[in-house]
């Protein structure tokens, strides 16, 4: 167990990045940003669409469609080292006020010309090889050319004390977690969680989110981490409802002890202000389209999850309204 997937604690961050969970908050604690975050690969979104500029005549459907769109795309990141444990895709609509999540599962094939060995054809991967601006390239190119604007980083030691400060989250565990691994040289690690409806704490919730299969392996999710991301996105719904209901300074306070981004204050207060009248029913929960096969590279075996980059392309353009685009192709 090397690997958890953090879909609340990311998507959660984001979400109060973008609806205003402490203005005042950010004011006070956000005025160190630059000096916070690590990474210089910063592209802003007006200098993106000024390199990016085409001819109108040459802009296709969907290229259209998102110059035009007032969409802002965050990619939120949960890092373990140098590696990136989860992958989420958040696309903020300011006219509706809808928020989309699509999770991309990090063992994604994504191969890159010298990068050849088995474990770095994951997309997983290319934040250590590449940094940010490398990682946003790549889900962009994933993504069928959907544009990233900013990036919202994690790691995963957050996650406890962010549940502790919204006073646990209720989740429908779906069958017994019993697991225990007391390998020499790491700290132990004991879960037991009940089948059921319940409130975790914050040490509850990162076993929750550890959680893959049993130790006899009878006890799991029948789709590996497929699964596992669907009940954590349930986990994550559950988290943003009671986020609504509470006077979120302090938990906000928590996070953004945790959090990187490049995104600017005056970035972060504009998209704040409409998290006033947002709720739950704007919010959506997808999956990269795809399905998990083996690959043999260099002689050891693989599994990756290998998108389907029709169904993904069907996927986003939805996201921009876009039309079909072979009409001038016949």
């Known amino acids: 167990m090397k690997h958890f997937l953090k879909v609340f604690s990311i998507a959660f961050l984001a979400f109060m990045l973008m609806v205003g969970s402490g203005l005042f908050v950010f004011t006070k604690f956000y005025n160190d940003a ?61 006219e509706d006020k809808h928020l989309d999540l699509i999770s991309i ?12 060995a088995g474990d770095l054809r994951k997309i997983n991967a290319k934040y250590g090889r590449s940094g940010t601006k490398g990682l946003k390239k790549a889900v962009e190119s994933i993504l069928g050319g959907a544009p990233i604007d900013f ?18 989250v209720e989740v429908n565990v779906p069958f017994h977690m019993v697991y225990e ?65 509470l006077n979120i300074i302090n938990v906000a306070k928590t ?7 490049d995104m600017e204050l005056s970035d972060i207060l504009y998209y704040a202000r409409y998290g006033f009248s947002m709720n739950m029913d704007n919010i959506s929960m997808d999956m990269l389209p795809g399905s998990a096969k083996y690959k043999t590279v260099q002689g050891t075996r693989y599994s990756y999850f290998y998108h389907d980059s029709n169904k993904t392309k069907e996927l986003i353009k939805k996201l921009y309204d876009v039309q079909e685009e072979n009409n001038n192709n016949n």
């Open 34 to 94: 630059e000096a916070k975050n690590p990474d210089e690969n910063i592209v802003n979104k007006d200098d993106k669409k000024d390199n990016e500029k085409k001819v109108e005549s040459d802009l296709t459907p969907f290229e259209k469609a998102v110059k035009e769109s007032k969409r802002v795309n965050i990619l939120l990141l949960g890092l373990e080292g140098s590696r990136t444990d989860t992958i989420i895709f958040a696309s903020f609509n300011p």
């Open 255 to 261: 996070a953004f002890e945790e959090v990187r981004t």
């Open 105 to 116: 599962p990090r063992d994604t094939y994504f191969h890159n010309k010298g990068y050849d």
């Open 181 to 245: 691994d007391t390998t020499k040289g790491k700290e132990p690690l004991y879960i037991d969680i009940p089948k059921g409806r319940q409130v975790l704490d914050g040490e509850e919730a990162v076993k929750f989110l550890r959680f893959r299969k049993s130790n006899d392996g009878k006890t799991g999710y029948s789709d590996g981490d497929l699964g596992r991301m669907k009940t954590q996105q349930q986990f994550l719904k559950s988290a943003m409802k009671k986020t609504l209901s």
């Open 151 to 168: 990036y919202v980083s994690i790691r995963y030691e957050g996650v406890e004390r962010i549940v502790d400060a919204l006073g646990g």
